[in-house]
């Protein structure tokens, strides 16, 4: 079946610093990838996607780009700020009745002033 | 455009009562619609999915019940509430396609705690 790995984290980063978060999948067939973005007592936000391999997806300064020869997806961006700081899910979407996404389990990331 | 409501945002209820969530869609039609649950740390757990009126499916066995009277509305219930029913319950659409996977869009979501 599908599954998404990520890091848990908590990752702690000062504000201006490199961000990576790391995802892989499993997944047959060619899946969709998203990040979602939750800040404190929110729901998801949608942050990025990409639907085949090679697409990058990018959004308020994040990129990921979809990487099939590696199963990856992996976030990044260049000066995370404070406000940045929030719980950040990697997800497949695969073809499917009902569009059934498969969640990582979050990465909870703090940006320190 | 499209908007997700939820409501209530939080609700604080004893155990052995009655629940009942709402989740309202608008500026889409014939949505697919979800309910997840998240507990405190963790990661997001499906509960129900639905494809059209009246047509719910559900992804693990429990303690709750999922309807769709219309179109856009989704209803998360419990009869007798648990301790373990605690948690933070999202509502999400999708639009319902059959070619390119589509993301899910999710509400604000309702904090719930069982007393």
């Known amino acids: 079946g599908n599954s998404v790995t990520q890091m848990e984290g908590p990752v702690t980063l000062s504000e201006e610093a490199f961000l990576t978060i790391n995802c892989t999948y499993t997944a047959t067939g060619y899946p969709s990838l998203f990040w979602y973005v939750q800040y404190p007592g929110e729901g998801l936000q949608l942050l990025l996607k990409?639907?085949?391999?090679?697409d990058k997806g990018s959004n308020k300064g994040f990129e990921a780009t979809y990487r099939k020869e590696t199963t990856s997806f992996h976030l990044e961006k260049g000066s995370v700020q404070v406000s940045d700081s929030a719980v950040y899910f990697c997800a497949l979407s695969n073809s499917g009745g009902y569009q059934k996404v498969t969640f990582g389990i979050g990465t909870k990331l703090q940006v320190i002033p | 455009s499209q908007t997700i409501h939820q409501w209530p945002a939080t609700l604080v209820q004893p155990v052995g009562s009655p629940l009942s969530l709402e989740c309202t869609v608008e500026g889409t039609s014939n949505p697919n619609l979800y309910w997840y649950r998240q507990a405190a740390g963790r990661g997001l757990q499906l509960l129900f999915y639905s494809v059209g009126i009246g047509q719910i499916s559900s992804e693990v066995p429990q303690n709750l019940s999922a309807s769709r009277p219309q179109d856009r509305q989704f209803i998360l219930s419990s009869k007798k509430l648990l301790l373990s029913d605690s948690g933070f319950y999202l509502c999400?659409?999708?639009?319902?396609?059959?070619?390119?996977?589509?993301?899910?869009?999710f509400g604000d979501g309702t904090r719930l705690s069982i007393l």
């Open positions: 990409a639907t085949k391999a090679d």
């Open positions: 999400a659409w999708s639009v319902r396609t059959g070619g390119v996977n589509q993301p899910q869009h």
